[in-house]
């Protein structure tokens, strides 16, 4: 059974960068379509990024293009989530999560659990 740890979270200045990572075990990622979402208080989880186990194909939230990347290192089982030019609104809990049979875009109500997620803040 898949398992997903994130990490890579902190506190960052508007304008800056950072690199998460989701790193699986239990199963084999390249099989899965992996999403990151982004969780603020108030507010549902929403899907930021996803990477296809189909195509290799790529997704973005408007809010984020053009300054987040995902990509995914088989040999490392990890797939990450690189952030640039950070915003105060990128804010929030960042969880990864894959699944073998939808491909992306993946939604959070699919999920029944999900994992203690990174910490993203960034100061503006």
């Known amino acids: 059974q898949l398992q997903l740890v994130e990490s890579g979270g902190g506190l960052v200045q508007s304008g800056e960068s950072l690199r998460l990572s989701c790193a699986a075990s239990?199963?084999?990622?390249?099989?899965?379509?992996i999403a990151w979402f982004r969780q603020v208080p108030g507010k549902e989880r929403e899907e930021v990024s996803c990477?296809?186990?189909?195509?290799?194909?790529?997704h973005y939230a408007d809010s984020v293009k053009g300054r987040f990347t995902i990509s995914r290192d088989n040999a490392k089982n990890t797939v990450y989530l690189q952030m640039d030019s950070l915003k105060p609104e990128d804010a929030g809990v960042y969880y990864c999560?894959?699944?073998?049979?939808?491909?992306?875009?993946?939604?959070?109500?699919?999920?029944?659990?999900w994992g203690q997620g990174t910490q993203v803040t960034v100061s503006s």
């Open positions: 239990g199963s084999t990622l390249e099989y899965y379509a």
């Open positions: 990477i296809s186990n189909r195509d290799e194909s790529t």
């Open positions: 999560q894959g699944d073998l049979f939808y491909t992306c875009p993946l939604y959070s109500s699919i999920f029944a659990s």
